[in-house]
């Protein structure tokens, strides 16, 4: 029988220990859509009817949005890079997106380096928010995480390593 995926079982984790590969929880945050953004290459021969197109590469992007939390670590990243318009490498850091479904104590992951693109804040009148896109800046790492602190924080292991 076919089960729905709950949107809850991808969840995403914000490097805060490089040295380590420590990743923590992404909390708070109301808005994480992945848009792969295909480049196409399209041609028409002359001797046929159709156009044809080939996908050549993948510009993906996250538009996100949070709710500030005042003692977060990672909202404390977002909101540095944004209200300091942090440039460059400056502002690129690691996530880990986790898949939840992966049965066991042993879950897939991929890992990227995202720049952080600022938009806005503060366009909700209840709490403060924050909103942006991410855009990838490297290819995708597969690899496996474990957490000891019930997924509040975890650890990437490279599937080569």
């Given at each position: 029988?076919?089960?729905i995926s709950k949107r809850s079982e991808k969840v995403a984790f914000f490097s805060t220990d490089s040295k380590n590969n420590s990743f923590s929880r992404m909390c708070g945050f109301t808005e994480f859509t992945v848009s792969k953004n295909p480049v196409e290459y399209s041609r028409k021969y002359i001797d046929e009817q159709t156009e044809r197109?080939?996908?050549v590469a993948y510009a993906p992007s996250i538009s996100y949005s949070f709710d500030k939390f005042s003692d977060d670590l990672v909202h404390k990243?977002?909101?540095n890079i944004s209200d300091?318009?942090?440039v460059g490498s400056d502002a690129t850091r690691d996530i880990v997106i986790v898949d939840f479904s992966t049965d066991g104590d042993i879950k897939n992951a991929i890992c990227r380096k995202w720049t952080i693109i600022p938009d806005s804040e503060g366009k909700d009148s209840n709490t403060y928010t924050y909103s942006g896109t991410l855009k990838a800046n490297g290819e995708i790492i597969s690899g496996t995480?474990?957490?000891s602190?019930?997924?509040q924080t975890c650890t990437f292991l490279e599937n080569d390593e």
């Open positions: 029988m076919n089960k197109s080939d996908v990243e977002f909101i300091n318009e942090i995480v474990v957490s602190d019930n997924w």
